[in-house]
């Protein structure tokens, strides 16, 4: 498979200032020759690595020039795939790529599937597979958080976090192997072994608590504006727009009565969805809008109960407030800039265990710290890491090092109840095989099809 010389259009379809095609493989070189005429100077074959030249692709069949393009050509292993590689930079429309990515493969590439650049980068050992799947979480990162997290997996913090448990588990395996083979001279593992297996337990907890975080940074979290007809929901929604200018995408599907938006608030990546009314109402389409909103109240992760700080809270915000208690609620107190004083007490009396805060969608008073005290709920009760700790941003880790973490408490109960030393062993390989999944030893086929199926053509 790692034989043939692939290739794929590296950038986004459609219109852009450059589009690039990029071949791997041990003939991307002498391909990448036959449809690039240098302008000037030597042939592709004789240029060095990491050197870009100007030239021509031409259609290998016909010689009809495609377009006038750069060529980057970067030698094995110095390269994304450690591969030879080359990158065809042409102009950045969906016709010239595709034209230049036809001239590569006439000449003899094989057009690559999703992924497979990544995945020839972890066969030939540039990356591990917990790295290569950092690449996807920092394509689709929609958080500066989530981004620093997922490019310290693809430096390796989560790896090398990964490693230091099994190392424990591998010195304590070894152990037992050498009581076992030579229990004349070596003797029963004893107290210094225990002490790693309980330090591999320690650090596999410690990974395991921040998923939950993880989980967040990489899946983001839905929030819920509910309140009563204005009060101000939707120009709250609106000022977290103005002040957040990375919004990332509009969710098709908007409908009347709700509206979502994807933002950071407190540095998470979060779907703002803005509710109608929650009044029982008369006509029948509002009737809709008002089991739309409960619907989406009742899929909030967080729900924002907004009242109107002019008015004052009122019945129907208590018994708003009395239908979302079970939800993480904020309760915001709106328009603080139209009022002299603020009725903390009411507010609180509202708000009963959750917290509150008076902002203004109107002059953007509060908003920061409404994203605060967003963070700080969402975060409540997680183990707080150190700057630069990894945490855990797939799922698919989390399993494994649960699996891991599994097998090592058995050893350990096993070890106390003086079980056979083998059969402690056997725990402990199937801890060293789940960490090994993780960072793609012990993995199978499978695993790494599902893996490299998520990413996208040409990546
Ligand atoms: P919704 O029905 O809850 O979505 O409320 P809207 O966002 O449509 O706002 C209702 C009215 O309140 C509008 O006239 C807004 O201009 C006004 N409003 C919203 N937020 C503020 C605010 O922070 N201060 C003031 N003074 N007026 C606001
Ligand atoms: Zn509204």
Same mark, same amino acid.
């Given at each position: 498979m790692l034989e043939d010389t692939i290739a794929a259009i590296a950038t986004p379809l459609g219109e852009g200032g450059i589009g690039i095609i990029r071949l791997s493989g041990p003939e991307a070189i002498q391909i990448a020759a036959r449809v690039f005429r240098p302008k000037r100077g030597p042939s592709l074959e004789e240029t060095c690595t990491h050197r870009v030249r100007l030239g021509l692709a031409l259609d #290998? !069949? &016909? /010689? +009809?020039v495609v377009d006038e393009v750069l060529a980057l050509v970067m030698r094995a292993p110095r390269s994304y795939t450690a591969e030879d590689v080359v990158e065809l930079h042409c102009h950045g429309g969906p016709l010239a790529c595709a034209r230049v990515l036809e001239a590569v493969l006439k000449a003899g590439a094989r057009l690559a599937e999703p992924g497979e650049f990544t995945r020839r980068a972890y066969l030939n050992g540039r990356l591990d597979l917990a790295q290569a799947e950092a690449v996807l979480n920092i394509i689709r990162a929609r958080s500066r958080a989530g981004l620093a997290a997922a490019v310290n997996q693809l430096e390796g913090g989560l790896s090398k976090k990964v490693k230091e448990i099994k190392d424990e588990i591998t010195g304590v395996l070894a152990s037992i192997e050498a009581s076992l083979d030579f229990p004349e001279e070596v003797g029963d593992p004893g107290r210094e072994e225990k002490e790693r297996l309980n330090k591999a337990r320690e650090a596999l907890k410690r990974l395991l608590s921040t998923w939950e975080e993880g989980k967040i940074l990489s899946q983001g979290i839905k929030i819920t504006l509910v309140g009563r #007809?204005?009060?101000g929901k939707s120009s709250l929604l609106n000022a977290f727009l103005k002040e957040e200018r990375a919004i990332v995408s509009d969710i098709p599907g908007t409908t009347r009565d709700t509206i979502k938006e994807i933002l950071q608030l407190g540095g998470f990546p979060c779907e703002l969805v803005d509710t109608a009314g929650w009044r029982q109402a008369a006509d029948g389409l509002e009737e809709l809008g008002i089991a739309r909103s409960r619907a989406a109240a009742a899929a909030a992760d967080l729900v924002l109960l907004v009242v109107d700080l002019t008015v004052g809270v009122t019945q129907e915000d208590t018994e708003i407030a009395e239908s979302l208690r079970d939800k993480p609620l904020i309760v915001v107190g709106n328009k603080v800039d139209a009022v002299l004083e603020v009725d903390a007490g009411s507010l609180e009396r509202l708000a009963g265990s959750c917290p509150w805060v008076a902002v203004s969608a !109107? &002059? /953007? +008073? /509060?908003l920061e710290e409404l994203g605060r005290k967003i963070r700080d709920l969402i975060l409540s009760g997680r183990a707080l890491r150190g700057p630069g700790e990894p945490l855990l941003l797939r799922e698919r880790h989390k399993v494994a090092l649960e699996r891991a973490l599994e097998h090592v408490e058995d050893a350990l109960r096993g070890w106390s109840e003086g079980i056979p030393w083998d059969l402690v062993s056997v725990d402990l390989q199937g801890a060293w095989e789940a960490l090994g999944e993780i960072t793609g030893e012990t993995a199978r086929e499978e695993i790494l099809d599902r893996i490299f199926s998520e990413f996208c053509l040409g990546k």
């Open positions: #290998p !069949k &016909t /010689g +009809e #007809p204005n009060v !109107k &002059t /953007g +008073e /509060g």
